[in-house]
């Protein structure tokens, strides 16, 4: 995978981040990623639906998820699941290697204060 | 359903179908979910979910769209880029189709869409004087009439009457003609009008006797005054008598062009009912219709006729003001100019309709790729669409451009035409009208190739090798190259016609030869010549100097020469039998001195003309007539009869003299009646010189004038010829331009056939292979070729030869000495565009017997 075609991807919408970030551990289908999102930033993050999908086409179209072609069994037939693909866990990791950075300035020139 | 479910399906239906089709059930789902949720939650959360939903309705479905629009806009561009001919074909006519349309709608946009200037404009109407009798529809109305109008009449706001006339006014060393009105007071508030600077005329400069006042109108104060405000109060000089400049009045604000207003004083002792020199506008009071004021107006004319002699049978005629300033005549020739660029762009669409669908089925295989792995129809139809309006887009703007750069020719070709304060440019209505039709043109020659594409099909596509056409396909191709044959057909008779009725109109017999024949205006001041002595004296002297000079044939006075002269009729009777027994004809009328006729070759017929015997108050009353009045009023020899005039007076026969065109070139001459300028004068006298061609005329009139009255202007210099032209300069332009138009789509439709047939021997390279294998020879495949076009063009010529008659009527009314149904034309038109299609055809035909029979059938 080349650098440059991951950079072209950064920074990252905060959107796509989150998504990622909920289905790192496991796929998931559209309206369980809005409920994780909504649960890991205890609410704060709420995305819509059209938010959501709009994102999901784009990543899909950037290859960043790709779609289940294989439902797991327990759950509704009709939902569409979604996982992280290699590249889009390169492009993650890019990104938060990027935002720890950028933190990191952020503590060095005393804009915010360091960690206890 | 459930109102919230129908909403959350409204939303998704606002995204693109694509997208729908993918993400719908899941989105709706997620909707219905997250909704139940932000219940769950508390009365508070559900506020923040609609308006979620509001937002997803309102950006993120748009910007769906948008985002599949920049994808389809990438891909047509690189599909563009990889056709430069195509591209550069459909640029350029697009260009040239969308600019003539541009231009021609600022023309109609100046001149039939703008509102007048004048504020509630639908509440003026005219108000003639109308004499069924002499058969007079529209006459102006008697000073005393006016006054009567506007104190009986209960229809009204206000009226207001002007007439109009020229003024030397007196500034720096050269004293300069300029036109004039002469206008009441309630003229400007009856046309909203507000003066720049200044005031409108104050109720004691109206009176008799009262102060001198004077309006100027802003163009001749910005070139004379420098758009100095402080005139108001200063004094100029008009016609040798002082005035006081009280405004300046805009440009926009008076119905008629002209330089200066002045007060309209009305001395009721000294006028009479008889004497018809004013025009009238009026304004309606709210809530009054135009039916409801002819009815009161024809009330208040009954009582006149009643009344008074000289109005016994007079009536009046409340008539639009709307159509006085833009005649219907000026709105049909710009529809007919409109409409034939129109079908230009028809044209251009069908070419391109064409042209497209060549490319896709030379991309047939593209699309059945495409189609195979999954590409919704929907989507491809979208891309080509895309494309084609893309392309539209494009070339109208390139269109706009050029209009903008043809601005100057636009404003020539309108000039004319333009209502006051009419104004061509490029405003946002006609940019918002070439973006209409660019959009327009971008669906019409897109729809059919999307539509196509979408019906094609898939195994075929992929199984033909590329090479096929869907038979639809041909058979749309045909269509769109039969109806650019009939657009142009249509489009060639209209020019062919109007090119000969322009030409009839340039070799119709004047009645007098215009060579080498000048005109110029002098107005004589009442103070200086306060009597018909003292001017006829002056042009007595003024026409013996002129004719004097070398190189001068004949200088002669007239009221109004041929094309330049005022419209002006009276009726007239013969003393003694006739075969119109007692009865009244209307007749126009001038005022020539005796070698009129000479100066601009009109033939005496029989008798002599005036002479030293109609000079004077003690002169003879005589007069010459025209051939047609003579053959009218007498049967016999006419010299030596009498005519009683409308106004009693009674003139004698003593010569005739050949009928002359003097309204227009289309106007067929009528019965008229000349008196001698011995006897007769008006204020502002017409010098006719006929000259050898090397003297300068109008440097030898000025100079003659000046060594008589220093303080006289010569004005409205013109050679006779300028004059004709200029009254032929309108059928000429609508002429030039829909000859211009007509040979654009021709040159389009000829491209449209070649294309097709050039199309057909690629197709039926292996049939004709196959045919030459099997013996044909190059002559049977040249006919196989050739039949194919003469069919295509043969169908389209019919179809505009009928459509030309059905449209015949249209032109009717811009042609003169042609009908609209000419044989010869609607021959020679579909004839020439057969031969002309055919010739096309042969460049297809010769490369058809140019196919190797090897060649074709290995190409398997």
Redesign the interface.
């Known amino acids: 995978m080349k650098p440059d075609t991951i950079d072209r991807h950064l920074p990252l919408p905060p959107a796509f981040l989150h998504i990622l970030i909920a289905i790192g551990d496991g796929e998931r289908?559209?309206?369980a990623i809005?409920?994780e999102v909504a649960d890991r930033t205890a609410?704060r993050v709420?995305m819509?639906?059209?938010?959501?999908?709009?994102s999901?086409?784009?990543m899909l179209d950037d290859g960043l998820i790709e779609e289940l072609t294989r439902r797991p069994a327990h759950d509704d037939e009709?939902?569409?699941y979604y996982r992280v693909t290699r590249f889009g866990r390169a492009v993650a990791a890019a990104e938060t290697d990027r935002l720890a950075a950028l933190l990191q300035d952020a503590r060095a020139t005393g804009l915010v204060p360091r960690k206890a | 359903m459930r109102l919230r479910d129908r909403l959350f399906a409204f939303?998704l239906k606002l995204y693109p179908r694509e997208?729908r089709d993918?993400?719908g059930?899941?989105?709706a789902?997620?909707?219905r979910?997250?909704r139940d949720?932000a219940a769950h939650?508390g009365r508070a959360a559900l506020p923040?979910f609609w308006t979620?939903?509001a937002?997803?309705?309102a950006?993120?479905?748009p910007?769906?769209h948008l985002?599949l629009t920049a994808a389809d806009l990438r891909f047509a561009l690189r599909s563009l880029r990889a056709a430069p001919v195509f591209t550069l074909v459909a640029f350029v006519t697009l260009a040239i189709g969308i600019g003539a349309n541009t231009a021609m709608y600022t023309i109609v946009d100046a001149v039939a869409i703008r509102p007048l200037p004048f504020s509630k404009s639908s509440d003026l109407v005219r108000i003639w004087e109308k004499n069924d009798v002499l058969g007079i529809a529209q006459f102006s109305t008697s000073a005393l009439n006016y006054l009567s109008w506007r104190e009986r009449s209960r229809v009204f706001e206000d009226l207001a009457a002007w007439r109009f006339g020229s003024v030397t006014v007196a500034t720096g060393n050269e004293p300069v003609r300029v036109r004039r009105i002469e206008a009441t007071k309630t003229l400007l508030p009856v046309l909203r009008t507000t003066p720049l600077a200044g005031r409108n005329f104050a109720d004691e400069e109206v009176r008799v006797g009262g102060p001198k006042a004077a309006l100027l109108v802003e163009a001749f104060w910005r070139e004379r005054f420098g758009g100095d405000p402080s005139v108001v109060g200063r004094t100029i000089v008009l016609d040798g008598v002082a005035h006081t400049v009280v405004g300046v009045v805009p440009d926009r604000g008076l119905t008629t062009p002209v330089e200066i207003v002045t007060p309209l004083v009305i001395d009721p002792a000294q006028e009479s009912r008889g004497n018809h020199t004013l025009s009238t506008v009026a304004r309606l009071r709210p809530g009054v219709t135009v039916a409801q004021a002819r009815q009161d107006m024809d009330r208040v004319a009954q009582q006149l006729s009643a009344e008074f002699t000289d109005d016994a049978q007079w009536s009046t005629a409340v008539a639009s003001f709307y159509d006085w300033l833009v005649p219907p005549a000026t709105r049909t020739t710009l529809y007919i100019m409109l409409a034939s660029v129109a079908l230009v762009l028809l044209v251009v669409c069908a070419n391109l309709a064409n042209l497209m669908l060549a490319r896709a089925s030379a991309r047939s295989r593209e699309l059945a790729v495409r189609l195979a792995l999954g590409a919704s129809r929907a989507r491809i139809v979208r891309q080509v669409l895309t494309e084609s309006l893309f392309l539209a887009l494009a070339g109208g703007a390139a269109g706009v451009a050029l209009a903008w750069q043809s601005i100057p020719l636009v404003r020539r070709i309108a000039a004319g035409l333009l209502p006051p304060g009419g104004h061509v440019s490029l405003n946002a209505s006609v940019l918002f009208f070439s973006f209409a039709i660019s959009v327009a043109a971008g669906v019409l020659f897109g729809v059919l190739p999307a539509a196509m594409s979408k019906s094609g099909d898939v195994a075929a596509a992929l199984n033909s090798g590329g090479r096929g056409m869907a038979p639809q396909q041909g058979f749309a191709r045909r269509v769109l190259v039969i109806s650019e044959v009939a657009l142009a057909t249509v489009l060639v008779s209209a020019g062919a016609l109007l090119v000969q009725s322009y030409s009839r109109l340039q070799h119709v017999d004047l009645g007098f030869t215009p060579e080498r024949v000048t005109t110029a205006m002098i107005g004589l001041p009442d103070e200086r010549y306060s009597t018909g002595a003292a001017a006829l004296g002056f042009y007595d002297r003024l026409t013996s100097s002129l004719g004097a000079v070398p190189g001068v044939e004949a200088a002669a006075l007239s009221s109004g020469p041929p094309l330049t002269g005022a419209n002006t009729g009276m009726p007239v009777r013969a003393i003694g039998s006739s075969p119109l027994g007692s009865a009244d004809m209307q007749a126009d009328w001038r005022f020539v001195s005796g070698n009129y006729f000479a100066a601009l070759a009109i033939p005496v017929v029989h008798g002599r003309t005036f002479d030293r015997r109609e000079f004077g108050d003690n002169g003879l009353l005589s007069v010459v007539l025209s051939q047609t009045l003579a053959r009218a009023l007498f049967t016999g020899d006419p010299l030596g009869r009498q005519v009683r005039l409308g106004n009693k007076r009674v003139f004698t026969v003593i010569g005739v003299v050949g009928d002359v065109r003097n309204i227009g070139l289309a106007t067929a001459p009528r019965p008229t009646m000349y008196f001698s300028t011995g006897e007769f004068l008006w204020p502002a006298m017409t010098i006719v010189v006929r000259s050898a061609d090397e003297i300068p005329v109008a440097q030898t009139i000025r100079r003659t004038v000046a060594a008589l009255d220093p303080q006289l202007a010569v004005f409205n210099v013109q050679r006779m010829q300028d004059a004709l032209a200029d009254d032929a300069s309108q059928p000429q332009t609508t002429a030039w331009l829909v000859a211009g138009f007509a040979g654009l789509a021709l040159l389009l439709a000829v491209i449209g056939v070649y294309g097709v047939l050039a199309y057909l021997v690629v197709q039926r390279t292996r049939e004709i292979g196959v045919r030459m294998a099997l013996g044909a020879t190059r002559r049977t495949v040249t006919r196989l070729v050739l039949r194919h076009a003469l069919w295509l063009t043969g169908v389209g010529v019919v179809a505009g030869a009928a459509g030309s008659t059905v449209l015949g009527p249209v032109l009717a009314s811009e042609l003169y000495g042609v009908s609209p149904h000419d044989t010869l034309t609607m021959i020679a038109v579909p004839i020439a565009l057969l031969a002309v299609s055919m010739a096309a055809a042969f460049v297809p035909a010769w490369r058809a017997t140019r196919v190797d029979p090897l060649v074709a059938l290995r190409a398997d």
């Open positions: 289908h559209g309206y809005m409920q609410g709420r819509s639906p059209g938010t959501l999908y709009g999901i086409r784009r009709r939902r569409r | 939303v997208f993918h993400f059930a899941d989105m789902a997620a909707y979910e997250a949720d939650r923040a979620s939903v937002l997803d309705a950006l993120r479905a910007g769906e985002m």
